[in-house]
């Protein structure tokens, strides 16, 4: 085959910039692009109850892609990143109710909060690994859930209403809801991503992942491990305020029952069943956990209509976290790489077809 950057079949690449650009090739910021007016498209085919999950997926995707920063590429456990959606929602909607601030300034703010929370809390990375660590972002989201419900500034815990956003002559309804929302959340997300994928291909992206390998060697060829965790925890918890900001003014309101524990758990298993270390598996993640909570619904409603269980008795209740569990289960036992290995390789089937791999 000939040597052409539109080919995936080998590696052509003869200088440094070349080898940090954003796409592999070509024909991988084609797919990119039809990928993203497909995304456009579909709100016009979609039903109302989809554009919802879809909002949804979006969301949770920022934030798992944040948690993925942290704990995929850096191999640092961070059981609060519920507590940092909070930090960045609480600061985004207050400072916006105080400061008449716009959704991009909200959004701005909410995260650079949340990024600033995120420094601090990672300080115990620089003495603490594995399980330790965990306990110990588990300690910050367990002291942000009781500072929150003991703070009048905010409510104590209650709601408190997000303003009405009205962006480039569109102002959010109830009839467009959804709709809006998926035209605000999709451009977020894609930037995020890029800009994730721009630093990963960077120095400091392959500087966190030297760190997952192996800190000490990453410190004996000149990486600063302190400088590279705190720089992770940051990075991780900015997206995290970012997703915060969104599900409050998505959600028209901030309350901390949105940004417990069983939160910090749910993106857990979202980057668990996603793929840790992978951008697609941020995605797959939130897709697959929403669905299937959706799917739940469904069986549950079954069920219940062939009056096999008491009358009272909420099945629904009952299969959500059994699914889940299991869900979470299964993958660490016969797929731990998540979701993302099943897209390599069927990414590379595709690229190799029809010869054998």
């Known amino acids: 085959m000939p040597a052409t950057r539109m080919s ?7 200088t440094y910039a070349q080898d940090q650009g954003i796409f592999a090739t070509r024909m991988e910021l084609v797919w990119t692009l039809l990928l993203l007016a497909a995304l456009l498209a579909l709100p016009l085919v979609a039903a109302r109850t989809l554009l919802r999950d879809l909002d949804l997926i979006m969301i949770f995707a920022v934030a798992a892609l944040g948690l993925n920063i942290t704990t995929g590429y850096t191999g640092l456990i961070n059981m609060g990143q519920g507590a940092f959606m909070g930090v960045g929602a609480y600061a985004g909607v207050v400072a916006a109710n105080a400061w008449d601030l716009s959704l991009p300034l909200a959004l701005l703010f909410g995260g650079l909060s949340a990024a600033l929370v995120g420094g601090v809390v990672g300080l115990p990375s620089l003495r603490l690994k594995h399980l330790y660590l965990a306990v110990a972002t588990l300690a910050f989201q367990e002291i942000f859930t009781w500072g929150v419900g003991h703070s009048r500034l905010l409510a104590q815990g209650g709601a408190i209403p997000a303003r009405a956003v009205q962006m480039f002559g569109f102002r959010d309804s109830f009839l467009n809801h959804n709709l809006f929302w998926y035209y605000i959340i999709l451009p977020i997300l894609a ?10 291909r960077g120095k400091h992206g392959r500087s966190l992942i030297a760190i997952r390998d192996n800190d000490r060697a990453a410190a004996a060829m000149g990486i600063h491990p302190a400088r590279a965790k705190l720089t992770s925890f940051m990075l991780g918890s900015f997206y995290a305020g970012v997703a915060g900001v969104l599900f409050a003014y998505f959600s028209k309101s901030v309350v901390i029952e949105d940004y417990g524990l069983s939160v910090g758990v749910q993106l857990l298993a979202m980057t668990i069943v996603g793929g840790l270390g992978s951008i697609p598996g941020s995605v797959f993640g939130p897709a697959f956990i929403i669905g299937l909570d959706r799917v739940m619904e469904q069986v549950a409603n079954w069920l219940g209509s062939l009056n096999l269980f008491p009358s ?3 099945v629904a209740t009952a299969l959500r ?3 889940f569990g299991l869900a979470i289960m299964l993958f660490l036992m016969f797929q731990p790489h998540g979701l993302a290995s099943w897209w390599q390789k069927l990414r590379h089937y595709v690229s190799h077809w029809p010869f054998k791999s």
């Open 321 to 323: 976290p059994l699914s």
């Open 8 to 14: 995936q079949t080998g590696n052509y690449k003869t």
């Open 191 to 200: 930037l995020l991503f890029l800009l994730w994928r721009n630093v990963l």
């Open 312 to 314: 009272g008795v909420d």
